[in-house]
T-cell receptor, first 112, second 114 residues
Framework: RKEVEQDPGPFNVPEGATVAFNCTYS??????FFWYRQDCRKEPKLLMS???SGNEDGRFTAQLNRASQYISLLIRDSKLSDSATYLC?????????????FGAGTRLAVHP | DGGITQSPKYLFRKEGQNVTLSCEQN?????MYWYRQDPGQGLRLIYY???????QKGDIAEGYSVSREKKESFPLTVTSAQKNPTAFYLC?????????????FGEGSWLTVV
């Protein structure tokens, strides 16, 4: 079983749609959680951190369920510019340092 | 502007050759990392360094080597021992390897073996 699992997609949605990404992680000792966005052939960029209480940044809402080891990202009112791959990232302390583990990503394609 | 600079962006290598990818940061970050990304897969850690003159193997260090002689520089050498080197290589840095520290990436280097 992969340490961080995501649906690979692609998710093809029209502009204005609401889309949800899900992610599960296997290590219950994981400490911090993030969503990164990666455009085609570019580096990943931090979209938002994920907190147990849930957090929102404009059209983006992230939630964490530690009991189920599940992270989600909701995008409301999708824009064409939201088309990208969304990476779920988990941090845990391992081997003497805080290790980042990346999911393979879910690709989103927003069309007119 | 502060940031992480990787070079070259595109590199072609013949089988059996070593190549070195450059990574420079002016963010004054202590921690630096090298990741590899293959199509349809998540990033995998090759090496990381928490401080000058110190570095540690990540999950897939075989066939790679690094050095950290200066705080701002963390070059990666892909040796001929790396059997499948064609990939997208990403250098990153953070203030430290402690919890909650955001990791920033360079623009990446595409290595193709021909």
């Amino acid at each position: 079983r992969k340490e961080v699992e995501q649906d690979p997609g692609p998710f093809n949605v029209p502009e204005g749609a609401t889309v949800a990404f899900n992610c599960t992680y296997s290590n219950s000792a994981s400490q911090s959680f993030f969503w990164y966005r990666q455009d085609c052939r570019k580096e990943p960029k931090l979209l938002m951190s994920v907190y147990s209480s849930g957090n929102e940044d404009g059209r983006f809402t992230a939630q964490l369920n530690r009991a189920s080891q599940y992270i989600s990202l909701l995008i409301r009112d999708s824009k064409l510019s939201d088309s990208a791959t969304y990476l779920c990232v988990v941090m845990l302390f391992s081997g003497g340092y805080n290790k980042l583990i990346f999911g393979a990503g879910t690709r989103l394609a927003v069309h007119p | 502007d502060g940031g992480i600079t990787q070079s070259p962006k595109y590199l072609f290598r013949k089988e059996g050759q070593n190549v070195t990818l450059s990574c420079e940061q002016n963010l004054n970050h202590d921690a630096m990392y090298w990741y590899r990304q293959d199509p349809g897969q998540g990033l995998r850690l090759i090496y990381y360094s928490q401080i000058v003159n110190d570095f540690q193997k990540g999950d897939i260090a075989e066939g790679y080597s690094v050095s950290r002689e200066k705080k701002e520089s963390f070059p990666l050498t892909v040796t001929s021992a790396q059997k499948n080197p064609t990939a997208f290589y990403l250098c990153a840095s953070s203030i430290s390897t402690g919890a909650g520290n955001t990791i920033y990436f360079g623009e990446g280097s595409w290595l193709t073996v021909v």
